[in-house]
C-alpha cells in the first residue's frame, strides 16, 4: 500500500497560503485534552474574522458567528479523533484548516497500526453508503445498547456529515521503511455561501 | 444528588421544576470522563419524575462524545414509556439548532423547545 484515498478526499484542491495548522508531538510533550479544545475555539474565531456580520435568513445569529462554532465543533472533532487513535507516539498529530474560496477545507493527521487498516477501512465504507441520517441514529441506538466498553462513540464524523453537511475524505499513505505503522489524513469541507 | 461543578462546565438538578441544568462546554474524553454526568442523568430517571426538561439553554459547546451521553439518556427516558420529556435550548447557539434535532428523532414524542 503506498497510497489510497477513500471519500470525498481531493488531492487537486488549489492551496492558499495562509493557514493555520496545531501540531502536537506527543513524544516530547504528553498532548493536553483541554488543549485540543482550546485550539479549536481559536482556530474558529480566527476564521470568523473573514467572515461578515450579517443575518442569516430566518435565524437571529450572524454567518461569522454561526462559521466559528462550525469551525471549533469540526477542529474539535477532528482533533479529539486524531489524538484518540494516533498509533505511533514518535509520529506527530497535526490539523490543518485553509480557508478556500467557498468552503473550509480541514486537514487532520494522525498515525494508524497497518493491522487495523482492513477494519478502519470497513468503518469508512459503512460511512460513506449509507445515509448519514440514518446511520448516525442507528449508531446511537447501537451505542446505548452496547454499553460502556468502546473507546469512541462514532459519532464525531457522522455528525460533521449529518448536521453540518460536510463532506470527508480520508487518505491512506504508507512510510518508508516502516511496515507496521502509515499514515491517514481525513479531510472535512465545509461549504459556506456570503 | 450531586451537583456537578467544575471549571468548564456544571450539571444541576433542581427538583422542584424537574429541571436539569447544564452550562458551559462539555468536552470531555469519552465515555469514562463523562460517567459522573451521566450517573446524574440516570439517578434522575430511577426517581421517577412526573417530567424531565433538559435545560440546555447555556450548553455553550458539547462533543461527539457529549452527545453519545445525551442521546442515550433520552433512549433510557423513552424506554420507561411513560415520562414526558422537554428539551430547552437556543437558538443563539449554532450547534443546538444543527444537533438537538436528533433527539427527536430517537424520542418523537419529546418537546424540542428552541429560545430565539
Known sequence: MEQKIFGDYRLDLPTTKQYITIVFAPLSLPVKWSNIGLSADFIGQYFEAYFPEKEVSDRDITTGHEIKHSISYIANELMENAVKFNQDKALEISLRVRLGFEELIFVACNSVATEKLPSFEKFIHDLISGDPGELLIRRIEENARAGSSSKASGLGLLTIMNDYKAKVGWKFEAIPGKSEVGVVYTMVRLGFST | ?116
Open chain 2, 1 to 116: 444528588m450531586t451537583d456537578i461543578l467544575t471549571d468548564d462546565y456544571s450539571v444541576k438538578y433542581d427538583q422542584a421544576s424537574n429541571s436539569i441544568i447544564c452550562k458551559g462546554a462539555f468536552r470531555l474524553n469519552g465515555v469514562a470522563e463523562y460517567a459522573p454526568i451521566a450517573q446524574l442523568l440516570t439517578d434522575v430517571i430511577n426517581q421517577k419524575p412526573a417530567e424531565i426538561i433538559l435545560n440546555l439553554k447555556e450548553l455553550q459547546f458539547l462533543n461527539s462524545s457529549g452527545i453519545n451521553i445525551l442521546s442515550k439518556f433520552v433512549i433510557q427516558v423513552r424506554q420507561k414509556g411513560n415520562i414526558p420529556m422537554t428539551v430547552q435550548g437556543s437558538k443563539t447557539i449554532p450547534w443546538q439548532s444543527k444537533s438537538l434535532q436528533n433527539l427527536q428523532k430517537l424520542m418523537p414524542t419529546l418537546k424540542l423547545d428552541l429560545e430565539g
